[in-house]
């Protein structure tokens, strides 16, 4: 293409993004949108649970109209369950279960997955494993066979774990490079100390330490019929799976019964920072703690979250990225456990404003304190969520996701049914309610990754 289609080009585009801004603007000062209607009730597709004599909990849900089925194995042995001193070797023993069994190589794993037209994954958390798959209907059966065959038999080998010990300390050395991750280990270690949460990541010694007989000792302890859940979204057909589930998994050993391990959160004011020389901005951790799935408060949490820091056209977003400009992509979320929650809000920032950042994110935090917000803004943020909710519950994993929740958290059934209705009853006088409740100053946790000869001045105020 040469230079001057490009110049010519470029004068059209301007010339059709004009024209095109002008017929909006003009339209917009003629027309305004249709007031949305109510929002009809949510109706989540029905499920069959049964449970096979040695204790393993079996979902079906019959859904959509594609040929294809979801499988998801949880399993709830994570980080938490770890030994001391053995951090993350729960991630190695799931990260081994795919490196091969005693009846197929790694190889003949992904090779039959993927001729099946799907695959499979295994992602190990704080309180579970997750061994997840997608094939077309046809392999329902099939898939089960194999699933089983990766968490029952795994045949564990010296050289995988060199392997995958090798990966984790490349994994371990970029991480400890960035911010990001400073920052949130930093702050888990603040808000959980003392607790399995607190530490995200192992060390470069942990790691090297693992053997063998650490794998093998954490498998036998913690893998059981008894804390597992088995789920099956899709098309399938429901004789012959249940058929080859209970010839699958019927053999699994017992086991144990899933731990919990829920932390006493003793939250106070605190300030901690972490120097980086020379860096150009600051990552900000801020946070308290929060209500949980099962409490009564979180569908109203859930809404004054997204208004404050959660949502994209959120107060803190609005505040110090548009109005200000001092970073690109704020955001808050709830990080929520069994019985456990903590609302937090994060940002990179320009490092001359750190100070200034943090006293507007806690100026929107009071404002949601002790003013009224809008109805439209309230309405809106509604709107958005439910219309979420909605979106992913339409896909199998979706589906899966919302039941696995349900179960973690030892929620009423009634809990997926009703959340629209939860969340279009929250009113002006529930969003600031649950703010005066729960965002309080005098337990707020403030983590700052910074250059410290440019920023400890700011962060003065901050301080006890």
């Not at 330490?209 to 913690?222: P, R, S």
Request: net charge positive; charged share 20%; glycine share 8%.
């Amino acid at each position: 293409m040469s230079g001057k289609w490009k110049m010519e080009s470029g004068k059209l585009f301007l010339v059709f993004a004009f024209l095109a801004c002008f017929a909006v603007n003009s339209f917009a000062q003629k027309e305004t949108p249709p007031v949305g209607g109510q929002p009809k009730p949510f109706v989540f597709p029905k499920e069959e649970v049964y449970t096979l004599p040695n204790g393993l909990k079996v979902t079906l849900v019959q859904y959509g109209s594609v040929p294809k089925v979801a499988f998801q194995t949880t399993i709830y042995a994570g980080t938490k369950d770890d030994a001391k001193g053995k951090k993350a070797i729960s991630e190695m023993v799931g990260s081994m279960l795919k490196e091969g069994t005693k009846n197929r190589s790694a190889e003949q794993i992904a090779r039959e997955t993927a001729e099946m037209g799907g695959s499979i994954n295994v992602g190990t958390g704080t309180d579970s494993t997750t061994i997840t798959g997608e094939v077309l209907s046809e392999f329902d059966t099939k898939f089960i066979e194999l699933m089983a065959d990766v968490i029952l038999n795994p045949n564990f080998k010296n050289e995988s774990l060199e392997q995958l010990r090798a990966n984790k300390l490349r994994a371990l050395a970029v991480a400890g490079t960035q911010a990001g991750n400073q920052a949130w280990e930093k702050f888990r270690s603040v808000v959980f100390t003392g607790h399995p949460y607190s530490q995200i990541n192992p060390t470069a010694d942990e790691v090297k330490g693992y053997t063998l007989d650490d794998v093998k000792t954490f498998y036998g302890a913690n893998y059981g019929a008894a804390r597992t859940n088995l789920y099956v979204v899709g098309k399938f057909n429901t004789v012959a799976v249940k058929a080859a589930i209970a010839k699958a998994f019927g053999g699994m050993k017992k086991g144990t019964a899933g731990t919990r391990n829920v932390p006493n959160v003793q939250a106070k004011k605190s300030l901690s920072t972490i120097d980086r020389p020379d860096a150009p901005q600051s990552t900000i951790y801020l946070g308290m703690p929060a209500p949980n799935p099962s409490d009564a408060d979180y569908p109203k949490f859930v809404v004054m979250d997204a208004i404050l820091g959660g949502a994209f056209g959120s107060r803190i977003t609005a505040n110090i990225r548009e109005n200000k400009g001092y970073t690109y992509s704020p955001g808050s979320f709830i990080w929520s456990r069994y019985k456990t929650g903590y609302w937090v809000e994060n940002a990179d920032v320009t490092t001359q404003f750190t100070g200034a950042s943090i006293k507007e994110i806690l100026f929107e935090i009071n404002r949601m304190r002790t003013e009224p917000v809008g109805a439209d803004e309230l309405q809106g943020i509604k709107n958005y969520l439910i219309g979420g909710y909605v979106l992913q519950n339409t896909s199998r994993f979706g589906v899966i996701n919302q039941l696995e929740n349900m179960n973690y958290n030892e929620l009423s059934r009634s809990s997926i049914d009703n959340y629209v209705k939860e969340i279009s009853a929250v009113t002006v006088q529930d969003v600031q309610n649950v703010a005066k409740k729960y965002l309080t100053e005098d337990k707020v946790s403030i983590v700052v990754v910074g250059d410290l000869k440019k920023i400890t001045d700011q962060l003065k105020p901050y301080e006890k």
